[in-house]
């Protein structure tokens, strides 16, 4: 035991004294990995948000020339325009339709800072399922309910006033003030790590109001696609989720729904191919990470061997003093591996720490609730894969150890 | 420790890809606790003749025999053991592990050898640097001490066991008249208790008469005693 006390310490001495390089291997390895972590945790985040609501919200019907992915951004994470304008008898038909067990509307056109208002009632801001504080009924115009993120970062309360920015995240140039409509407050969702967070809800009708009639701009601010795209007046209506009784009552509803300027979405459907999108990126970016380990990889043997060539001197004066080859050949693979295992740790420590640390400024940035200890499916490869090449590295670095004639060797320098 | 070297011949294949004769013929019977100066000009091959001593290197012909065992035919594994048990080595540069505390270059090795336990090698350790004079830099690092002072905490490292064979290959070089004295005295001290191999230009030496003298670069002395 005394041995591996004393050569561990001769290991950590020898990495204390080439901290620079012990480093940037151990950084190298850890930055590899924790982007490996972080991306599975975001990808599983936005799959198990876009699975639920798959469930939650088997059907959606938006505008026209809109993609499913585009919609379920929009309508479902809310983290992406909404493309155009749809009937509001699309809603009343869907409401009335008895395979239809809920239908929501939703209104998207203004933003109140970074964060989009949600135009819709008040059966689907308790739909959310989140706990909250005053009342969110919606049952004015004028009333208005907070996600927990947006009344944090805006610092409101309840009775707060404010007023909403035409355009949804849109240039500066495109965006205005709807200075005639004043929200209050009403109501604060409890944080939920979910979208609902990051944004604000008010009832549809307020956005027709502001938008048929509320609002005279000024020639020439602000017009083109985009803005007519935000021009809800009366009776428009930007998307509608539905639940049915039955799943399979989806494919019906689809059919009977997909006429000209609608696009229909069966969320459970088009979640895999989102799932799909997020795997084939999930796989970039692993790939990525792969590379980046490979790279770790070759520049902690370079810097081994290079290290190796510059401690002839003292690995030949262990060998003369009567340690043998085995064990000199034991320390180099020692400090190979114990670089390559506080790269694993401190990848997997800043992987699922940093999410961990930021889980709610990650959850409504990619509008999903963050587990920051899920472990990607890819994660596992990546760290096996990692100590693999740690192994093989310490190996190549044991094995030309244990063949140099050391003392010969520190003889030509 | 009786050593009996008997036709020592060990050559190197130099540089340009020929064989270089370094060692040849050396035979000699050397008492236990002699004291063997190793002599020579530059290159003559004292520090391969050191490595052959020491069971480091296998001449290319002849015997080693140390007390009853003959060193040429050991394993390699074999005589680092016997190394590590038996030899004491000082160098003209002073080798030590530039990572470690002065402590731990005197005491690490030897716990990786096996040749005590750590609190006992220590305690020595400790006794031994004090006697050295460096009694307080026992926490120091190498690059914190000077030249002498590097090559006391060599000299405490290569007698903490009390070796029975020492190697000293030019251990007062580069030394300062205060650091080359106390290293020279520690060296002397030993004869009689160890066999003490000497390879020194230094002057200091010269009042002592030695007991064998090897001469390198082509002559051999013979056995005296």
């Excluded at chain 1, 972590?37 to 948000?49: L, P, R």
């Excluded at chain 1, 000024?218 to 083109?224: I, K, L, R, T």
């Excluded at chain 2, 100066?37 to 004292?46: D, F, H, L, N, R």
């Excluded at chain 2, 270059?105 to 006697?131: F, M, W, Y």
Aim: net charge negative; charged share 20%.
């Amino acid at each position: 035991m005394r041995k591996v006390n004393a050569l561990l310490t001769l290991v950590f001495a020898s990495l204390k004294g080439r901290l620079f390089a012990t480093t940037v291997s151990i950084l190298a390895v850890a930055a590899a990995l924790a982007v490996v972590a972080v991306t599975g945790i975001v990808s599983f985040a936005i799959a198990k948000q876009a699975f639920e609501s798959g469930q939650k919200y088997p059907f959606i019907v938006a505008a026209e020339g809109a993609s499913e992915t585009q919609i379920i951004l929009s309508t479902i994470f809310h983290i992406d325009k909404p493309r155009g304008k749809i009937p509001f008898d699309t809603y009343e038909s869907l409401k009335k339709d008895p395979r239809v067990t809920t239908a929501f509307p939703i209104a998207m056109a203004d933003s109140i800072g970074v964060f989009p208002i949600i135009g819709t009632d008040g059966a689907f801001v308790k739909d959310i399922g989140a706990t909250y504080r005053g009342d969110i009924a919606l049952a004015d115009p004028h009333d208005a309910v907070l996600g927990a993120t947006v009344a944090r970062q805006l610092l409101m309360d309840i009775g707060a006033e404010f007023t909403g920015t035409h355009g949804m995240g849109g240039s500066a140039d495109e965006a205005h003030e709807h200075a005639g409509h004043t929200y209050t407050v009403k109501g604060i969702l409890d944080p939920t790590g979910g979208p609902e967070d990051a944004a604000a809800y008010t009832s549809y009708k307020a956005v027709w109001a502001i938008h048929a009639h509320g609002e005279h701009h000024e020639e020439g601010d602000h017009h083109g696609e985009d803005h007519d795209r935000y021009h809800l007046s009366d009776g428009m209506l930007t998307a509608v989720m539905a639940r049915t009784a039955n799943p399979v009552q989806v494919f019906d509803l689809q059919q009977e729904y997909s006429r000209p300027g609608l696009t229909t979405v069966n969320t459970a459907n088009a979640v895999r191919s989102f799932q799909k999108y997020f795997n084939t990126a999930g796989l970039v970016a692993t790939f990525f990470a792969g590379l980046t380990l490979l790279i770790a990889a070759a520049l902690i043997l370079a810097i081994t061997l290079m290290a190796l060539d510059a401690r002839l001197r003292e690995l030949a004066l262990l060998r003369i003093l009567g340690i043998g080859r085995g064990a000199i050949a034991l320390l180099i693979m020692l400090e190979t591996l114990i670089v390559t295992v506080a790269g694993v740790l401190l990848g997997f420590l800043l992987g699922h720490g940093i999410p961990a640390l930021f889980a709610k400024a990650i959850g409504a940035l990619v509008g999903a609730s963050i587990e920051p200890w899920h472990i990607g499916a890819n994660e596992l490869p990546a760290i096996i894969g990692a100590l693999l090449l740690g192994q093989a590295v310490a190996l190549i670095a044991m094995l030309r150890a244990y063949h140099m004639n050391l003392v010969e060797e520190s003889g030509k320098n | 420790m009786r050593i009996v070297l008997n036709g020592l011949e060990k050559s190197f294949l130099d540089p340009s890809g020929n064989r270089r004769r370094v060692i040849s013929a050396i035979s000699a019977d050397i008492a236990p606790g002699a004291l063997v100066a190793v002599t020579g000009p530059s290159g003559a091959g004292k520090t391969t003749f050191f490595n052959l001593v020491s069971g480091l290197f296998l001449p290319d012909s002849g015997t080693i025999t140390a007390d009853k065992t003959e060193l040429t035919a050991l394993s390699e594994r074999e005589r680092d053991r016997w190394r590590a048990k038996e030899v004491g080595y000082i160098f003209q540069t002073f080798n030590l592990l530039s990572d470690l505390s002065i402590i731990d270059n005197v005491v690490l090795p030897h716990i990786l050898i096996g040749n005590g336990a750590k609190g006992d090698l220590e305690k020595r350790a400790e006794e031994s640097l004090t006697a050295l004079g460096i009694g307080d830099h026992l926490r120091k690092y190498p690059h914190q001490l000077s030249v002498g002072q590097r090559q006391r905490v060599a000299v405490a490292r290569a007698l903490l066991v009390s070796p029975r064979i020492i190697i000293a290959d030019e251990p007062t070089a580069n030394l300062d008249d205060a650091s080359a004295r106390i290293v020279a005295d520690a060296i002397l001290t030993l004869r009689g208790r160890s066999t003490v191999f000497l390879a020194s230009h230094d002057g200091r030496f010269n009042a002592v008469k030695p007991d064998h003298t090897i001469a390198l670069g082509g002559e051999v002395s013979p056995c005296v005693r």
